[in-house]
């Protein structure tokens, strides 16, 4: 059978096509852990790899399941029970999760997301899998794209880079996509050639949900000639902006960020994202100033006028040999711990409490210390030494880390070049390399 299947003008891979080709990608020796819900698409996932991994006997793959229960819906309990029944058909190891404590009255879904990574992880460090696999489709990345413009004023689906095809979750462990480039119709006609049955999740028909709604809009228009590219260029983006980090920017006492002044004259598209993840970086945001909030910081810096200007909690002030961003001394709330926890202290610094009583850690304010290069500008200086942390308590059991809070939670693999040189400015190990 051919690996594309095609509709209209845009091309999708076949279930078949898509488990080979990742499998084949995969470092050996490997351990896949697959998250199944029991829908199409998880299952059509689960039984492409069994299938294929029966081809390759001693391919060094092993293959695991997970299926995390939300709590959301009385029936998942007998939905997660259903699918190790087909774990256990197929041969494979499977583990359920619960999604345990008090849920949000807002945000559902974006808390569920959190909690079933989250759990995902725990479940691969327990059985030493080295990779998660989730079974998002060309529907979901449409649907995505779709949201994505809405929210940007676009008016149509084409634009952004989409659901990346792997994703480095919380520093811990990669999580990939194979079926990105199929199509839920393909998946659900090889599950019918297999006679292998799925659960339909009611969630999936509700219109309070953003993403029903889309997809019931996109139910009724032609596909697109073309999705997203794959990253590809945000890829070169983050390397073309990677290259500009390492030429001109310094990071000092990680909170003072330097760019010399030529580095100002660089293509509009390498300022926009190099700003934007700085932004996040030293304002502790994982999302760094809107498209509008952005525009306006690229024309104030194209004016040349020394100044000041605020975005996304980071200040950026213009001086005449370069530009300096520092975290706004507004908004930084305390953060107490107790002995033995770990958090992070406003987005920008992991804390880790090795001792035995709590410890209160507060924005430095005018008490503050720390190293700082001659010659800096004061001003700049005083606000950034400003936002430093202070622990008050026992300050030697207080292991301190600055904290990415663009990537640490999230990296997609396009970004990962430029994450891992930003890593470097601040001292930081690299991230985890793919394992495919």
């Not at 959301?72 to 256990?88: H, Q």
């Not at 330097?258 to 934007?276: C, D, G, K, M």
């Amino acid at each position: 059978m051919s690996g594309d299947a095609v509709a209209g003008a845009a091309a999708a891979r076949v279930p078949e096509a898509a488990a080979a080709d990742f499998l084949h990608s995969l470092f050996k020796p490997a351990h896949v852990l697959v998250a199944i819900s029991g829908g199409s698409d998880s299952t059509g996932l689960l039984a492409a790899l069994a299938d294929q991994l029966k081809s390759y006997p001693n391919s060094g793959i092993i293959l695991s399941a997970a299926t995390i229960d939300h709590g959301l819906r009385p029936e998942a309990a007998d939905e997660a029970r259903d699918v190790a029944a087909l774990c256990a058909s197929l041969g494979i190891a499977h583990v359920s999760r619960r999604w345990e404590g008090g849920k949000p009255k807002s945000g559902i879904m974006a808390a569920a997301r959190e909690a079933r990574y989250g759990l995902l992880a725990d479940i691969a460090a327990d059985i030493s899998a080295n990779v998660i696999v989730t079974a998002h489709t060309l529907d979901d990345q449409r649907e995505t794209l779709a949201m994505r413009a809405a929210r940007l004023g676009e008016g149509d689906g084409s634009v952004g880079t989409g659901i990346a095809g792997a994703m480095l979750f919380d520093r811990r462990v990669w999580i990939a996509r194979p079926f990105l480039a199929c199509r839920r119709a393909d998946i659900r006609a090889y599950l019918a050639n297999r006679a292998i049955s799925w659960l339909d999740d009611p969630s999936n028909e509700d219109l309070r949900y953003e993403r029903v709604r889309t997809r019931k809009h996109l139910a009724g228009e032609r596909e697109p000639t073309a999705l997203a590219d794959g990253g590809l260029a945000r890829a070169a983006l983050s390397a073309q902006a990677a290259a500009w980090l390492d030429r001109y920017v310094t990071v000092h006492a990680n909170v003072l960020c330097a760019i010399a002044r030529p580095a100002l004259e660089a293509e509009q598209a390498v300022l926009a994202y190099a700003f934007s993840h700085l932004a996040g970086v030293f304002g502790g945001a994982p999302y760094g100033p809107g498209r509008e909030r952005m525009r306006r910081i690229l024309d104030f810096i194209a004016e040349g006028k020394p100044g000041r200007r605020t975005a996304g909690g980071v200040v950026f002030d213009l001086r005449k040999d370069g530009l300096y961003l520092m975290r706004e001394s507004r908004g930084i709330q305390p953060l107490v711990l107790a002995a033995g926890a770990e958090g992070v202290w406003d987005g920008r610094f992991r804390i880790v409490n090795s001792g035995r009583s709590a410890i209160r850690i507060e924005m430095a304010g005018t008490c503050a210390g720390g190293p700082f290069t001659e010659g800096l500008p004061k001003g700049a200086v005083q606000r950034a030494r400003a936002a430093l942390p202070h622990v008050a308590g026992d300050g030697e059991a207080a292991a301190i880390t600055p904290y990415m809070a663009p990537f640490d939670r999230f990296l997609t693999r396009f970004d990962l070049t430029f994450a891992n040189r930003l890593a470097a400015c601040l001292g930081r190990q690299p991230y985890m390399p793919p394992p495919l």
